[in-house]
Nanobody
Framework: QVQLAESGGGLVQAGGSLRLSCAAS????????LGWYRQAPGKQRELVAT???????YYPRSAKGRFTISRDNAKNTVYLQMNSLKPEDTAVYYC????????????WGQGTQVTVSS
């Protein structure tokens, strides 16, 4: 079973940057799309970015232009570069497989906390 470990979160001022990492262990994921999600207190988990097996990214409007997702299949790792951070980006960030999330059998890791101060 694949285990996902997110890291790289922290406290940053508005306008700052962070780079999140997600390392997968237990299996390789080169053939699967990967995604970053976030959940703010009192809100539902939402999609931040996805990247398919060929490396093509997708961003919802809230993240477009500020976030960049990338993957290194040799390291079984997916990254999220976040620039121009805003207080509303404050959330716990998770990585996962969009296909598994949509099918309802995704297993979630601990996530990494991102806090953006104003």
């Amino acid at each position: 079973q694949v285990q996902l470990a997110e890291s790289g979160g922290g406290l940053v001022q508005a306008g700052g940057s962070l780079r999140l990492s997600c390392a997968a262990s237990g299996s390789t994921f080169s053939d699967e799309a990967l995604g970053w999600y976030r959940q703010a207190p009192g809100k539902q988990r939402e999609l931040v970015a996805t990247i398919n097996s060929e490396g093509s990214p997708y961003y919802p409007r809230s993240a477009k232009g500020r976030f960049t997702i990338s993957r290194d299949n040799a390291k079984n790792t997916v990254y999220l570069q976040m620039n121009s951070l805003k207080p509303e980006d404050t959330a716990v960030y998770y990585c996962n497989f969009p296909g598994r999330v949509a099918a309802g059998f995704a297993s979630w890791g601990q996530g990494t906390q991102v806090t953006v101060s104003s």
